[in-house]
């Protein structure tokens, strides 16, 4: 997996689909010095996370093994991105709830995954500027999720085994019925 921060212009990288390893991962911190390169980066994440679409990306995602994460929940229609670099939840609740979850990362897969109900995530600007945010709901479930990704935890490791399971079965099976359906016939 690349650190480089800087992606190459032209297309917009894919996002990783499960069983890829670098999806498990745990992404390094982003230092001071790169902050300029994580901000074009960052444009980049929400340009993949608009086009797939979604509500949240991580760097690890696209292949970049770096703690930025992008969430934008649009609330009201209306673009609000969130821009997190080296996120860290710094307070759960006690009050647990369960929320369904899909990922890009694992397309058309779903589950109620259960997590604290309210949040607070510290987190660097882009700007550089050190702030946090408290956060629940959906901007807690998503926030929470994102910040697996860093850590190469995926939703369905909070599943059963068994949930897990069928899950990824599922989604290896739709994988191999496309590649089969785009396979020219012999």
């Keep these: 997996m690349s650190n480089a921060i800087d992606m190459p212009p032209g297309a917009l990288p894919d996002i990783l689909i499960v069983p890829d390893k670098r999806l498990r991962l745990k ?10 390169s994580a901000a074009r980066l960052a444009d980049t994440m929400l340009a993949v996370m608009y086009k797939a679409p979604g509500i949240g990306l991580a760097a690890p995602q696209i ?3 770096l703690r930025l994460v992008v969430i934008d929940l649009a ?8 821009v997190m670099i080296n996120p860290e939840i710094t307070r759960v609740s006690q ?19 259960t997590r604290p109900a309210e949040i607070t995530v510290a987190f660097e600007s882009v700007a550089g500027k050190r702030d946090s945010l408290e956060a629940d709901g959906l901007l807690a479930a998503c926030i929470q999720h994102e910040i697996d990704h860093l850590d190469g935890v ?4 909070h599943l059963s085994a068994l949930k897990r399971n069928i899950l990824l079965r599922k989604l290896a099976k739709e994988q191999r019925d496309q590649l089969s359906a785009v396979k020219p016939a012999r």
């Design 95 to 113: 009050q647990l709830v369960s929320r369904e979850e899909g990922c890009l990362s694992l397309p058309g897969q779903y589950a109620d995954v």
């Design 63 to 65: 292949g970049i093994s």
């Design 75 to 82: 609330p009201d229609g209306v673009p609000a991105p969130i």
């Design 27 to 36: 992404a390094r911190r982003i230092s001071a010095d790169e902050r300029a």
């Design 154 to 157: 995926l939703f369905v490791d």
